[in-house]
């Protein structure tokens, strides 16, 4: 058996054999796209140890490993629905829900979070979208990160179809986090 020893408690946990161990990005490298007449599929290229464990992600999961591997660019999008229990269907009901880009920032320890959350800063839809340490990152690093949050809910709002959440993932919010947060509290560490 497999354990895994949790950060909280620091007790040990049985690491179970089902697919929800599995994440979406590390089942796509090991699978490819082929060609056929009906269109694309996703074909299993793998055969190593729990090859059968990978085979029923994938037929589990064939839709989104399909558009996960045609579009690289948005791993980032089916990584967070995943790890959220989103699905499509669901992030439409939040279609007309007034959702804002929520930040919790620890001034001492200096880690950053964000999500999505609703007017009463309650955080929505189970994940967040972003954990960082500001310490640990450059000031290009941290823009990065700001940058890919920023299209992550972007991605999120769009498939929701909640203008109001679109609004504030606009990319100007950047130089507010640059100034706000990292210039404010980064430690330079040399």
């Not at 082929?34 to 464990?53: I, M």
């Amino acid at each position: 058996m497999e354990f895994r020893q949790e950060v909280e408690t620091g007790t040990f946990k049985i690491v179970s054999n089902t697919d929800t161990t599995l994440k979406i990005k590390e089942v796509a490298t090991k699978c490819r796209l082929v060609k056929t007449d009906n269109g694309v599929k996703v074909e299993l290229a793998y055969t190593g140890p729990n090859a059968s464990k990978y085979m029923q992600y994938v037929e589990k999961h064939k839709e989104e490993l399909t558009k996960y591997l045609m579009n690289p660019d948005e791993a980032d999008l089916y990584e967070w629905m995943e790890t959220s229990h989103q699905t499509p269907e669901t992030l439409k009901r939040h279609e007309k829900e007034n959702l804002i880009l929520y930040v919790s920032f620890d001034p001492e320890s200096h880690k950053m979070s964000t999500g999505i959350a609703d007017e009463n800063i309650t955080m929505k839809l189970g994940s967040t979208l972003m954990n960082i340490n500001v310490d640990e990152l450059t000031r290009d690093e941290f823009k990065l990160a700001i940058y890919n949050m920023l299209l992550l809910a972007d991605e999120i709002s769009v498939m929701m179809g909640n203008a109001g959440l679109r609004k504030m993932a606009n990319i100007q919010i950047v130089k507010t986090y640059l100034t706000e947060i990292y210039d404010k509290y980064h430690e330079n560490i040399d």
